[in-house]
T-cell receptor, first 110, second 113 residues
Framework: GQNIDQPTEMTATEGAIVQINCTYQ??????LFWYQQHAGEAPTFLSY????GLEEKGRFSSFLSRSKGYSYLLLKELQMKDSASYLC???????????FGQGTELSVKP | DAGITQSPRHKVTETGTPVTLRCHQT?????MYWYRQDPGHGLRLIHY???????DKGEVSDGYSVSRSKTEDFLLTLESATSSQTSVYFC????????????FGPGTRLTVT
């Protein structure tokens, strides 16, 4: 299968930096998505990495290493509103389906 | 935001009854997906559609069927609801001609008693 693994919970302090890691099976892999999901709401798109390296988008950056089956989401200058679940999802070549990890619940504390 | 709506948004039903959830989009996207989200499991694909009348199974399709008679509507039916189908159901759409990004609807919270 295409197991997507990420930590269940993380806690960080307002204003700090946090890195959320994700590992995945490399067979059939095409790309890696990160979504943000606030409690009771729909997931919203954050980033999509196809090539190795770091992609920066404001306070959020996402990194991919295809050879290692590894990605991370980096959140800088944390704000209270960043408290949410962060979903890692791999795009695989069987019909272009997304396989999601169980999500990382991030709590930002004052 | 992508134009996706789901109905109903909340439903309570009894074991053994059929239930149909509707996803409606105004984006004319070819691909539509149904997921369920449960604690500890994340989002899991139930069924998806790659065009009108073209559908395929996802990883948790048992007990569910789908239909797509128009581009804008994708229906999910629980043929005989069970308590294990209590979940939050999300519809998503994608225009894979330009991007693999999926846009999600607001979700339907279904409780089977």
């Amino acid at each position: 299968g295409q197991n997507i693994d990420q930590p269940t919970e993380m806690t960080a302090t307002e204003g700090a930096i946090v890195q959320i890691n994700c590992t995945y099976q490399t067979s059939g892999f095409n790309g890696l998505f990160w979504y943000q999901q606030h409690a009771g709401e729909a997931p919203t798109f954050l980033s999509y990495n196809v090539l190795d390296g770091l992609e920066e988008k404001g306070r959020f950056s996402s990194f991919l290493s295809r050879s290692k089956g590894y990605s991370y989401l980096l959140l800088k200058e944390l704000q209270m509103k960043d408290s949410a679940s962060y979903l890692c999802a791999g795009l695989y070549n069987q019909g272009g389906k997304l396989i999601f990890g169980q999500g990382t619940e991030l709590s930002v504390k004052p | 935001d992508a134009g996706i709506t789901q109905s109903p948004r909340h439903k309570v039903t009894e074991t053994g009854t059929p239930v149909t959830l509707r996803c409606h989009q105004t984006e004319n996207h070819r691909y539509m997906y149904w997921y369920r989200q449960d604690p500890g499991h994340g989002l899991r694909l139930i069924h998806y559609s790659y065009g009108v009348k073209d559908t395929d199974k996802g990883e948790v399709s048992d007990g569910y069927s789908v239909s797509r008679s128009k581009t804008e509507d994708f229906l999910l039916t629980l043929e005989s609801a069970t308590s294990s189908q209590t979940s939050v159901y999300f519809c998503a759409i994608s225009d894979r001609e330009s991007s693999y990004e999926q846009y999600f609807g607001p979700g339907t919270r279904l409780t089977v008693t």
